[in-house]
């Protein structure tokens, strides 16, 4: 599959997620006030049609509603079982039942510099920009809900990114939506959750490699070893 229509897809995706991520924490902040989104891991997978639980037909147009190439289903983690996102995680790639999946993204909310002659991600240790926003009145760290994303392939890397602040009741206003797709590079500067989802991603592919080459290897039982 070409790459511009990977990506195309990846980003009708996000733009999906995103949306139903800010109704989400605005819903919950109605609830109560300046309340954290759950972490997501999002898996995207072409669904078999024999092995579908639902109304397939349905799934088909809805995907071809949103303007998808083909035909996709999500399944969604929620990363809640221990404190850091992170630890959550690396869990789930640990014990993950698919074989193969088409994407794989990551819902989660943190911070952003957003003075563009800022440092890198390489420059901040972990914990200091919260340090930052929380402590310094100039500061130019800004609260994000974030989508990180990669094909199975690792040939892309995909990130859409939305700022908010809360208003007076504690509901988040968002504004400054932007979204990025770039080749993917060994050398890439990531951030923590970025480069682990980069790196969990790269086990279950090369993990999916090695098991279709033992299948492939495995001697029938009346062989003999």
Not at 144 to 153: C, E, Q
Request: proline content about 4%; glycine content about 6%; charged content about 35%.
């Amino acid at each position: 599959m070409e790459k511009t229509t990977i990506r195309k897809d990846a980003e009708i995706l996000m733009r999906d997620f995103m949306e139903r991520a800010q109704h989400a924490k605005q819903e919950m902040c109605r609830s109560e006030a300046m309340t954290d989104n759950p972490s997501m891991f999002i898996v995207v997978f072409e669904p078999k049609q024999d092995e579908f639980e639902g109304d397939f037909d349905s799934l088909v147009s809805e995907c071809e509603k949103m303007g998808l190439s083909r035909t996709l289903q999500c399944g969604i983690i929620p990363l809640i079982h221990k404190d850091d996102p992170a630890d959550c995680l690396t869990d789930v790639i640990g014990s993950f039942p698919l074989d193969k999946f088409e994407f794989g993204f990551l819902v989660v909310e943190g911070y952003a510099e957003t003075n563009t002659d800022g440092k890198n991600f390489s420059d901040y240790e972990r914990g200091d920009m919260a340090k930052d926003f929380s402590e310094n009145p100039f500061t130019t760290i800004t609260e994000t809900l974030v989508i990180h994303g990669y094909d199975w392939n690792l040939t892309s890397r995909f990130t859409h990114a939305c700022h908010y602040k809360y208003d007076d009741k504690g509901v988040p206003v968002f504004t400054e939506v932007a979204m990025d797709a770039d080749e993917v590079s060994e050398d890439d500067e990531r951030g923590r959750i970025d480069e682990l989802l980069y790196r969990g991603i790269q086990f279950l592919h090369l993990n999916s490699k090695a098991t279709d080459i033992l299948k492939h290897w495995r001697k029938p039982k009346d062989e003999g070893r």
